[in-house]
């Protein structure tokens, strides 16, 4: 009797520990596209919330706190014969099952990092919602991003061809009204940040400065990493990284990149930022795509793919780890069946380590990693183009993996 009596103390010692693990466990939501409709999968149930077939360009996304799903999709009739794309954005709450149109016409959309607004594009303006109404903030915009502090944007305007050449592409900051009522100048919350140089060089590689797109903050929030581009056609072939002091006092080009397979990313809490370097379309060969990791402000670069090997994609797994889409070199082919299918690989920065995590069966491939706090999720289908995914899921070292969702057509992860 005694001894059961010390069990159960035990027992009840424990169980507030054994309640919080199992409180700490953060649950996995997804919104995702499929078939033309909007879908979610919570709790492990999936719901379909759209009632009509539509066409989905880009991928859902959740708002900070879960509470909302932002979405996109091409209308079957244009407001305007005239225009060669229309895009309406809408958002949908989860508690009330209520969708709302944001515009009929905008790109480009971002939620807040701390509050349920919107900001977007419609054409050169970015303009910012409230989900109630929307309000214009600045003209000329080509590419922007929220500050981490959600009360500003880091943003670009892009070059012009005049008869005297290229101007330079300009980056801005715009201050953001707290009470969006009170805007009453489209100019008078923009300053000047930084004008970049009409061309940029790394090692043997130069190219001319037309955009500047891809905004991305360091953990700490004194960095902005970005991609500087040329022209559409050059685009295809060679871009350069860059980084930015958040205040705009000092700038460095990193690397030559191309646009088509992933972007930078920062490691999750230390300033190192992650890349897939090297130029030429992946139609010249799956070849010259090494991942790479620069320490920033140290600008001391590190290549993590070994030799005969090129990378498609890539997601930090924590500071000194990540997992990369895999292929062996290999020249292009315009028969799918004789292209690389890829592998996940895991990178221990420290020593190096290289570990083959998934072996996808013949004629399949694994791609598009994506680590979450407590998840690692992937795109597994049979060649680079084609468009019946499915994805799977497993430990984020690689363990436990399996099928979650098929035939998945973009998707947005939520934990809490």
């Known amino acids: 009797m005694k001894k059961h009596v010390i069990l159960l103390i035990i027992f009840v010692i424990m169980l507030p520990n054994i309640m919080k693990a199992e409180t700490t466990s953060r649950k996995m939501n997804i919104a995702f596209i499929r078939d033309g409709f909007l879908w979610t999968k919570i709790n492990e149930k999936e719901e379909k919330i759209t009632k009509e077939a539509l066409k989905f360009n880009y991928a859902p996304q959740w708002s900070y706190d879960g509470e909302w799903i932002l979405y996109q999709f091409e209308p079957k009739k244009k407001i305007n014969p005239n225009l060669d794309f229309q895009n309406e954005i809408w958002v949908y709450h989860l508690k009330t099952k209520q969708h709302k149109r944001i515009t009929y016409d905008g790109r480009n959309p971002k939620w807040s990092p701390i509050e349920n607004i919107i900001a977007f594009q419609s054409g050169g303006v970015l303009n910012v919602s409230n989900l109630d109404k929307f309000y214009n903030i600045a003209l000329g915009v080509d590419d922007y991003q929220w500050f981490p502090d959600g009360q500003a944007f880091i943003a670009s305007s892009s070059a012009t061809l005049q008869p005297t050449g290229w101007t330079n592409p300009k980056l801005y900051k715009i201050t953001l009204e707290k009470d969006l009522e009170k805007i009453s100048s489209l100019t008078e919350n923009v300053k000047d940040f930084y004008v970049i140089p009409n061309e940029l060089k790394k090692g043997d590689v130069s190219v001319t400065a037309i955009t500047a797109t891809d905004f991305r903050f360091s953990p700490d929030g004194k960095w902005i990493s970005f991609i500087v581009s ?46 897939i370097a090297g130029g030429g379309r992946i139609v010249l060969g799956f070849k010259n795509k090494d991942m790479k990791i620069t320490e920033i402000p140290a600008f001391k670069s590190m290549n993590l793919t070994p030799a005969n090997f090129a ?65 690692l999720t992937w795109i597994r289908k049979k060649e680079i183009a084609d468009s019946k995914e499915d994805l799977w899921i497993a430990d984020k070292n690689g363990k436990n993996a399996n099928e979650w969702i098929t035939n998945i057509d973009g998707y947005d992860l939520f934990e809490k």
């Open 230 to 275: 040329p022209t559409a056609s050059w685009s295809m072939d060679s871009n350069m990284v860059s980084v930015i002091s958040s205040d705009g006092q000092r700038f460095e080009v990193i690397d030559e990149i191309i646009l088509h397979l992933d972007k930078p990313k920062w490691a999750p809490q230390k300033n190192l930022l992650g890349y």
């Open 311 to 375: 990378e498609l994609s890539f997601t930090w797994i924590d500071d000194q780890t990540l997992m990369v889409s895999r292929v062996k070199e290999s020249d292009w082919s315009n028969d799918p069946k004789d292209r690389p299918n890829p592998s996940l690989f895991m990178i221990k920065v420290l020593g190096q380590e290289q570990i083959q995590i998934t072996h996808p069966p013949k004629g399949y491939g694994d791609y598009q990693p994506i680590a979450s706090a407590n998840k």
